[in-house]
């Protein structure tokens, strides 16, 4: 298994339902083989309201993926370093391609806010709708799973030591 030194450049694709959804630069910032750390700007194309939080430009976002869990934390900070929160997707396990992170996006998300406030569920619609369960109903349970786990850590105790690795 390939290990990414810190510092080097890699390319993370997000796909859903076998197209790719966005693609982009992102340095490493720490990767043991299992966690792998990212940092990189806002990759949209324009800033984006979800209502709870605002995806802007400038923000930076310093994402932890593993090769062995079925989801991927996102921190979000401004441009000027004030933590907005935690976008966590649920996905399959990330994938290491040459100098392309691999990530298959399972629809489920969960945002919980800086404070540990507010902790939000999202796109379980889309979730029903996509069919997994009909045609992949074992990854369907582990995508359930993973966001009921994420969700109560990030009740009971917060996300900090879940993305503890000396990347901060």
């Known amino acids: 298994m390939a290990i990414l030194a810190v510092g080097s450049d890699v390319t993370v694709t997000l796909s859903k339902r076998g197209r790719t959804k966005v693609r982009y630069p992102a340095a490493v910032v720490h990767d043991d ?29 310093t994402e932890h993926y593993w090769r062995d869990r079925w989801y991927a934390v996102k921190e979000v900070r401004s441009a000027g370093g004030t933590l907005k929160g935690w976008y966590c997707d649920i996905t399959r396990p990330a994938a290491l391609d040459c100098r392309t992170l691999v990530v298959e996006d399972l629809d489920l998300d969960l945002w919980v806010s800086a404070d540990g406030g507010t902790v939000l569920r999202l796109d379980e619609d889309e979730f029903e709708e996509s069919g997994l369960r009909a045609c992949d109903p074992e990854a369907a349970d582990r995508a359930c799973e993973a966001l009921d786990g994420l969700e109560a850590l990030a009740r009971k105790e917060g996300l900090a030591g879940l993305l503890a690795c000396g990347a901060r």
């Open 33 to 61: 083989g299992t966690h792998l750390v990212v940092r990189a700007p806002w990759a949209g194309a324009a800033d984006r309201d979800f209502g709870f939080v605002r995806f802007e430009h400038g923000d930076v976002f």
